[in-house]
């Protein structure tokens, strides 16, 4: 069975600082998908990533950076000098092949209040 | 570059009063479309997806039903709603051959 597990249901940390939300993943798939998403106060979900299992390169992108390891089906997100628009809820979510139904398993959510 | 808009934002129903949710897609032919359900402080809930036009798959049975009367049109619909049908709805989209999906940004319904 597919699962995604966010400990982590809500972390606050002061402007500046960096933040390590985590999420912890099971399938018997192997090939599959692991996206982050950024929920805003606002509602609209947010696309940030997709990852495929076969590339476990770490990516970068401004201030936001993912750390695969499929040794600990982990997909980590850290934020780094953290400021208070990073405020939202943050979803991690795996899929199967892209010739499954393209459905999406979720995680829980983590809530990230960064304080000014 | 392709756009998903949905409405109303935010609506107030009665108990027993019909629903009528509508979303559209611009920019792209032939996507997966997917309304989900987000209870207030609760995640993600898969309430139905169209790989077509009229092909509809429901995720979870319940007072809700949904439509595609056109390729990049998806309504979701109630003939008589109920308290737990609050919460926030949220379209969706995903091109035929990907599957990432992309969300608008969402109707607030609350059932009074």
């Known amino acids: 069975a597919q699962k995604v597990t966010q400990a982590q249901t809500e972390i606050s940390v002061v402007e500046k600082e960096d933040v390590t939300l985590d999420c912890v993943y099971e399938?018997?798939?192997?090939?599959?998908?692991l996206f982050w998403y950024k929920q805003p106060p606002s509602g609209e979900l947010v696309f940030l990533i997709r990852?495929?299992?076969?590339d476990e390169q770490n990516e970068i992108s401004g201030r936001y950076s993912w750390n695969f390891q499929k040794s600990t089906s982990s997909f980590n997100f850290t934020i780094t000098a953290s400021q208070v628009v990073d405020s939202a809820v943050y979803f991690c979510?795996?899929?199967?092949?892209?010739?499954?139904?393209?459905?999406?398993?979720w995680g829980a959510g983590t809530k990230l209040i960064i304080k000014p | 570059s392709q756009t998903i808009h949905q409405w109303p934002a935010t609506l107030v129903q009665p108990v027993g009063s019909p629903l009528s949710l509508e979303c559209t897609v611009e920019?792209?032919?032939?996507?997966?479309l997917y309304w989900y359900r987000q209870a207030a402080g609760r995640g993600l809930q898969l309430l139905f997806y169209?790989?077509?036009?009229?092909?509809i798959s429901s995720e979870v049975p319940q007072n809700l039903s949904a439509s595609r009367p056109q390729d990049r049109q998806f309504i979701l619909s109630s003939k008589k709603l109920l308290l737990s049908d609050s919460g926030f709805y949220l379209c969706?989209?995903?091109?035929?051959?990907?599957?990432?999906?992309?969300f608008g940004e969402g109707s607030w319904l609350t059932v009074v």
């Open positions: 979510a795996l899929s199967g092949p892209m010739d499954s139904n393209y459905q999406l398993i």
């Open positions: 399938t018997r798939d192997t090939t599959y998908y």
């Open positions: 990852r495929n299992s076969f």
């Open positions: 920019g792209t032919s032939n996507p997966n």
């Open positions: 169209s790989v077509g036009i009229g092909q």
């Open positions: 969706a989209w995903s091109r035929r051959s990907g599957n990432t999906i992309y």
